[in-house]
Protein backbone atom coordinates (compact mmCIF):
# COMPACT_ATOMS: atom_id res chain seq x y z
CA UNK A 1 0.00 0.00 0.00
CA UNK A 2 1.02 3.61 -0.71
CA UNK A 3 -0.28 6.86 0.87
CA UNK A 4 -0.08 10.07 -0.93
CA UNK A 5 -0.80 13.73 1.34
CA UNK A 6 -1.18 16.66 -0.75
CA UNK A 7 -0.47 20.34 0.49
CA UNK A 8 0.34 23.72 -0.95
CA UNK A 9 -3.63 24.43 -2.30
CA UNK A 10 -5.26 27.70 -1.88
CA UNK A 11 -6.30 31.08 -3.41
CA UNK A 12 -4.37 32.98 -6.14
CA UNK A 13 -5.22 36.06 -8.09
CA UNK A 14 -4.23 35.22 -12.33
CA UNK A 15 -0.97 35.63 -13.31
CA UNK A 16 0.35 34.04 -9.68
CA UNK A 17 1.94 31.00 -8.65
CA UNK A 18 1.55 28.00 -6.19
CA UNK A 19 3.80 24.81 -5.63
CA UNK A 20 2.14 21.69 -4.51
CA UNK A 21 3.70 18.65 -3.13
CA UNK A 22 2.57 15.12 -2.44
CA UNK A 23 4.20 13.54 0.71
CA UNK A 24 4.34 9.46 -0.26
CA UNK A 25 4.66 6.80 2.40
CA UNK A 26 4.20 2.83 2.36
CA UNK A 27 5.48 0.81 -0.52
CA UNK A 28 7.67 3.29 -2.10
CA UNK A 29 9.53 0.75 -4.52
CA UNK A 30 6.60 -0.75 -6.53
CA UNK A 31 6.13 2.59 -7.43
CA UNK A 32 7.27 3.62 -11.63
CA UNK A 33 5.29 6.89 -11.72
CA UNK A 34 3.62 9.60 -10.18
CA UNK A 35 1.75 12.60 -10.88
CA UNK A 36 -1.01 14.95 -10.50
CA UNK A 37 -4.99 15.21 -11.83
CA UNK A 38 -6.92 17.66 -11.45
CA UNK A 39 -10.91 17.36 -11.39
CA UNK A 40 -13.64 20.12 -11.56
CA UNK A 41 -17.48 19.13 -10.43
CA UNK A 42 -19.08 17.71 -13.12
CA UNK A 43 -16.28 16.65 -14.89
CA UNK A 44 -13.65 13.66 -14.76
CA UNK A 45 -10.36 13.88 -13.53
CA UNK A 46 -7.77 14.64 -16.04
CA UNK A 47 -4.28 14.35 -16.04
CA UNK A 48 -2.25 17.48 -15.00
CA UNK A 49 1.34 15.94 -15.33
CA UNK A 50 3.52 12.83 -14.45
CA UNK A 51 6.76 11.79 -13.71
CA UNK A 52 8.62 8.51 -13.97
CA UNK A 53 11.36 7.24 -11.59
CA UNK A 54 13.91 7.85 -14.53
CA UNK A 55 12.45 11.39 -14.85
CA UNK A 56 10.93 11.47 -17.51
CA UNK A 57 7.97 14.08 -17.40
CA UNK A 58 5.02 14.58 -19.45
CA UNK A 59 2.29 17.30 -19.14
CA UNK A 60 -1.54 18.13 -20.86
CA UNK A 61 -1.52 20.69 -23.81
CA UNK A 62 -3.22 23.11 -20.95
CA UNK A 63 -0.32 23.69 -18.33
CA UNK A 64 2.88 23.08 -21.15
CA UNK A 65 5.68 25.94 -20.20
CA UNK A 66 2.96 27.09 -17.09
CA UNK A 67 4.04 23.91 -14.88
CA UNK A 68 7.17 21.74 -14.11
CA UNK A 69 6.95 18.32 -12.13
CA UNK A 70 9.57 17.13 -10.63
CA UNK A 71 10.12 14.70 -7.62
CA UNK A 72 12.81 14.09 -5.16
CA UNK A 73 13.26 10.88 -3.96
CA UNK A 74 15.12 10.81 -0.97
CA UNK A 75 11.73 12.27 0.41
CA UNK A 76 9.38 10.53 -1.73
CA UNK A 77 7.90 13.55 -2.57
CA UNK A 78 6.59 14.96 -5.36
CA UNK A 79 6.03 18.39 -6.59
CA UNK A 80 4.02 20.53 -9.41
CA UNK A 81 5.03 24.05 -10.00
CA UNK A 82 1.99 26.05 -10.87
CA UNK A 83 3.17 29.34 -12.62
CA UNK A 84 1.13 31.96 -14.76
CA UNK A 85 -2.41 30.54 -13.28
CA UNK A 86 -5.37 30.99 -15.19
CA UNK A 87 -8.80 30.57 -13.92
CA UNK A 88 -9.55 27.58 -15.62
CA UNK A 89 -6.72 25.94 -13.59
CA UNK A 90 -9.51 25.65 -10.58
CA UNK A 91 -9.82 22.51 -9.71
CA UNK A 92 -9.43 19.64 -7.11
CA UNK A 93 -5.61 18.45 -7.57
CA UNK A 94 -4.93 14.89 -7.06
CA UNK A 95 -1.84 13.23 -6.65
CA UNK A 96 -1.37 10.05 -8.10
CA UNK A 97 0.84 6.99 -7.94
CA UNK A 98 1.25 3.69 -10.01
CA UNK A 99 2.83 0.48 -9.04
CA UNK A 100 4.77 -2.03 -11.68
CA UNK A 101 1.43 -4.31 -10.90
CA UNK A 102 -0.88 -1.25 -11.89
CA UNK A 103 -2.25 -0.44 -8.70
CA UNK A 104 -3.64 3.03 -8.62
CA UNK A 105 -3.23 5.21 -5.34
CA UNK A 106 -4.65 8.69 -4.75
CA UNK A 107 -4.74 11.26 -2.00
CA UNK A 108 -7.19 13.11 -0.97
CA UNK A 109 -7.23 16.28 -2.93
CA UNK A 110 -6.07 19.63 -2.46
CA UNK A 111 -7.95 22.37 -4.03
CA UNK A 112 -6.59 25.45 -6.22
CA UNK A 113 -8.75 28.24 -6.91
CA UNK A 114 -7.29 31.07 -9.40
CA UNK A 115 -9.62 34.09 -9.00
CA UNK A 116 -9.44 37.94 -8.66
Do not use: H
Not at 25 to 50: C, E, H, N, T
Not at 52 to 57: C, E, P
Amino acid sequence: QVQLVESGGGLVQPGGSLRLSCAASGSMFSILVMGWYRQVPGKQRDLVASITNGGRARYADSVKGRFTISRENAKNTVYLQMNSLKPEDTAVYYCNAVSGNYDIFWGQGTQVTVSS
